[in-house]
């Protein structure tokens, strides 16, 4: 197979053959003719050795494309027959061939074909050849190169820069970063740190790039740095306690405390990486190179102005921001805050931590008890939003008005009975019976029993609401010695039976005692021994001390006053004494009559003791 240069070269000598000795002879006539026929013979046999030149393997050249079809790239480099190249490396990233006639290419001899007259070329290998020469020239230069950081692999990522090179977590920024993830598919410029073309390893870094460009913005960022100026920087790192903002190669630290005149829980809230803000230098230590910001400072201090804003007695409303044992923090406004303490919660409820009243970020209303600016504090007040219901209560209930509620509680001193919203009176326990012995309210109450009683006292200081029950009706011992006169003979119900004596029930809630000495006329040691609950006797009514709510009573008077009847009616029939011995005997009876009064007297005194 001839290419098309033989074929010129073939012409161009059939064309010239050598002339025969007549020709010369005319010829010799001009000498410079035969000199021009020297010189294209030479050059047409140059170009003939030209077109069998072979280039060596792995070598780089540049063709001409003259053929394209659906598998190969026909690239005519010089040589006797075109080269091959396969159309896939003619392939963009859209899958669309990048190949027109005539284009000029640089590409790679793979080898040759001497059978078939016949060389193997790749544009592939041919660029990469140029990535290689251009890395070493990048590296030796210590210039920079693009790159696409394609995928995360162990310990860093994988860049192409024409050919795969690997950049180490390390160099991919100047901090840890910590989403990995968000570095792919993106283009950087990098730095090669060392390489080796035979082991196809190559080791980036965009570190010393970033650190170069950084001490270049650090000399001119530090120029510039003055205390009170106003700056602009991006948000390099956050953490609980402040903002790392980087000013140009020059780390500042916005501190919470100065991010905002309000209360902040966290940077985070407010800030995202990346983000661009004014700050304003508050302070610079040349020595330590440490830059202190501040946020709040460029605007004024609230507090400057809030004793007009705030004055004692304004009713305001503001949002729960925090929550103590102690209290609630209201926020006014962006940077005031003021403390509802727990007292000043409820006129009327004993509130043990406010959670029971306000919730956070609720928006509540309250007075201005106290204010201090200077101590950058103020106290309010929940309850005195509404009027102190213990400044009206005694009008609407005076002492002695009779009410009606539901009892809320029932403790072992009484009953709790709801009055007003907050307001509960108490039944003690000494007030539900004046006849009754109450060991428990519970044995007669229930809680959500509805009662009546009758106002007591009101004791606003000490916020207390006192009720009776049992002075609903009159004190039945206030009438007692109306309805059992002294002398009067009784009958009754034993309910206690002691050693000292015997409890009588008189009628409902009244009892009285028969002293042990009062039992009989003989001498009683048990009084158990003779009597039992339940059992009925009767017995005469001694004294009565209503104040102190006790009624003597006594069996042994009974037992006196039978036999001294009949000792009178015996008297009483005897006929008249015919001696003085009868007189004396008479005489001797009325004594003892006599003796047996006073000592019942004697023994209803020590009851009543």
Do not use: C
Not at 138 to 145: D, F, L, S
Not at 288 to 308: I, Y
């Amino acid at each position: 197979m001839t290419n098309a240069v033989e074929t010129d070269l073939t012409d161009k000598l059939n064309e010239n053959e050598i002339p025969d000795e007549e020709m010369m002879i005319d010829d010799e006539a001009s000498s410079d003719d035969s000199v021009d026929i020297e010189e294209s013979m030479e050059a047409l046999m140059e170009m003939y050795e030209e077109s069998f030149k072979r280039f060596a393997e792995g070598e780089v050249v540049t063709g001409k494309i003259i053929a394209v079809d659906k598998d190969y790239v026909l690239v005519d480099v010089g040589y006797k027959s075109e080269g091959q190249i396969r159309i896939h490396e003619f392939m963009n990233e859209n899958g669309e061939i990048d190949a027109n006639l005539y284009d000029q290419v640089e590409v790679m001899v793979e080898h040759w074909d001497d059978e078939a007259e016949m060389v193997v070329l790749s544009k592939d290998k041919a660029d990469k050849i140029k990535v290689w020469e251009e890395i070493q020239k990048t590296y030796e230069a210590e210039e920079t190169i693009e790159g696409v950081i394609i995928s995360r692999v162990k310990g860093g990522f994988s860049v192409d820069i024409g050919v795969q090179a690997f950049l180490p977590g390390s160099q991919a920024d100047l901090r840890p970063v910590r989403n990995l993830d968000d570095m792919v598919g993106k283009t950087y410029e990098f730095k090669i740190l060392k390489y080796n073309r035979k082991r196809s390893n190559i080791v980036l870094s965009r570190r010393m790039i970033l650190e170069q460009q950084r001490e270049s913005l650090r000399a001119e960022t530090l120029a510039k740095i003055e205390d009170g100026k106003v700056v602009v920087g991006i948000v390099k790192n956050i953490t609980e306690y402040g903002v790392f903002v980087d000013l140009g190669g020059v780390d500042g630290l916005l501190h919470i405390t100065d991010i905002s005149w309000g209360r902040v829980k966290h940077p985070s809230a407010l800030f995202s990486v990346g983000d661009e803000i004014n700050v304003k230098i508050l302070s610079f230590d040349e020595v330590k190179e440490r830059v202190s910001l501040g946020m709040k400072q460029m605007t004024e201090d609230p507090w400057a102005t809030a004793l007009e804003k705030y004055p004692v007695g304004e009713h305001v409303k503001g949002k729960v921001v925090s929550l103590t044992d102690y209290g609630a923090f209201l926020e006014l406004e962006e940077g005031i805050e003021g403390l509802i303490h727990v007292s000043e919660m409820s006129w009327t409820r004993k509130v043990r931590h406010p959670s029971k009243i306000v919730t956070v970020d609720e928006e509540v209303e309250a007075v201005v008890l106290e204010i201090k600016p200077e101590s950058r504090r103020i106290s309010l007040g929940m309850k005195q939003v509404n009027p102190n219901p213990w400044d009206v209560i005694s009008e609407k209930y005076p002492i002695g008005t009779t009410i009606e509620g539901k009892i809320k509680n029932i403790a072992d001193f009484g009953l709790f009975i709801g009055i007003d919203e907050g307001i509960d009176g108490l039944v003690h326990i000494s007030d539900i019976s004046w006849t009754k012995r109450i060991k428990h309210p519970s044995e007669i109450y229930k809680k959500g029993d509805v009662i009546q009683a009758i106002v007591l006292d009101i004791d606003k200081g000490n916020e207390r609401f006192s009720l009776g029950i049992k002075q609903l009706q009159d004190d039945p011992w206030k009438s007692v010695a109306e309805r059992y006169e002294v002398g009067k003979e009784i009958t009754g119900t034993v309910t206690n039976v002691t050693d000292f004596g015997v409890f009588v029930e008189l009628e409902e809630g009244i009892e009285g005692l028969i002293h042990v000495s009062e039992i009989s006329k003989e001498k009683v040691k048990s009084p158990s021994d003779m009597f039992n609950v339940a059992d009925v006797i009767n017995a005469r009514v001694m004294n009565i001390n209503s104040d102190e709510r006790r009624i003597g009573l006594s069996i042994k008077r009974l037992e006196f006053e039978d036999d001294q009847a009949m000792l009178t009616d015996y008297v009483n029939n005897m006929e008249p004494a015919t001696s003085s011995f009868g007189e004396i005997l008479r005489e001797n009876l009325k004594e003892k009559l006599n003796e047996e009064d006073s000592t019942g007297d004697e023994a209803a005194a020590d009851t009543e003791e």
